[in-house]
C-alpha cells in the first residue's frame, strides 16, 4: 500500500556546500562518457546477445566512437572521465587501453550494465566486483569513481561502493554542486549529479526496439548551451553524460564539438574530471575549521 511508505526525503544529504571553485573559476564543466559498447544491450535483453546487428550499435564504439572521441579531447586539451563496464574493458581491451594512454580517468560503470535493482545486493556485488576485476585485469585501474548503468541505485549498493574504495558517484539528480552522501552508517561518497539534459542517448540514439525521432543539432545545442550557461551563472557543475555510440556518430559529433567550443569561449570554466573535483571537493571538507576551534585557535596563537 502506497500509504505505508514514510513521508520523508528520499535524500538525508543536507544541500550542497558552496566550496569554491579552485583558481576562482565560476562554474566546472565534468566531460564524462559512458562506455557501454554491446554490454548495454545484453543487459536489456540477454537474447540480444545473437542478435549481431542490435549488438553493432554498441560495436561502434570500439570500432569508431571512442577513436573519434580520443582525438577531439586531444584536439581540446581536456581530460575526460570514462565509465567503462567490465565487459567492454574485456571484449575491447585495445579501444580501452587507448583511453588510459590519452591520460584520461577511467571510473566504474558494472560490469554487464547491469541495471540496479534495490532488493537484489547479491547481484550487484557480484557486478560491482566483476567490474574492479576486470578494469584492475585489463587496464590496471582501481576506478574511484562509479556512474550507475542505466542511472539507479539503493542504499546497500552505496555503502557497498564506499566500502570497495569508491570515491565519488556521478548518478543522483538532485542538485547542481556535488556534495557528500549520507548513510545510515555513517558518511558515503560524494555525488557528482548528472541532469538529463546533458545525456545525449536521449536525442541521438533510435533503435527498432525504441524508434524515436532524433534531436537535431540546434534543438540539442540550444539545450546545452541554456542549461550549462544558468548553470554556470549559479555557480554548479554541468556533469556530462555521452555515449561514445551516440556522440561517435558523424552528426552527433559535430553538436558535440560545437558545444565544447561554446563552454571554451569562458575563461572562468574548471574543466574536470571527477577524480579532480573530489580531489578538490575533500580538499575543501579538510580545510573547513569549526568556529570554536578557529577562535581557540588564534587565542592561543597557534
Ligand atoms: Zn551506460
Redesign the pocket.
Known sequence: MTHDIPAKPANPAPAAPLFPWPNGARCALFPGF?V?AES?WIAGDRRNAERLVTLSYGGYEARVGIPKILELLDRYAVKATF?VTGWTAEAHPAACEAIVKGGHEIAH?GYL?LRPEPGDLATMVEEVDRGFDALKRILGVTPVGYRA??GENFTELLQLLRDRGIRYSSSWRDDIRPYRHRLPDGAGPIEIPVNYSFDDWNFGMSHRTSPRALFGREDVLSIWRDEFDQTREWGGVATMVM?PQVSGRPMRFRILEDFLKHVRQYDDVWWATGREITDHYEACERSITPPDVDAESRATGA
Open positions: 559512458d557501454d548495454v565509465f560503470h550494465h548503468p542505466s555515449h
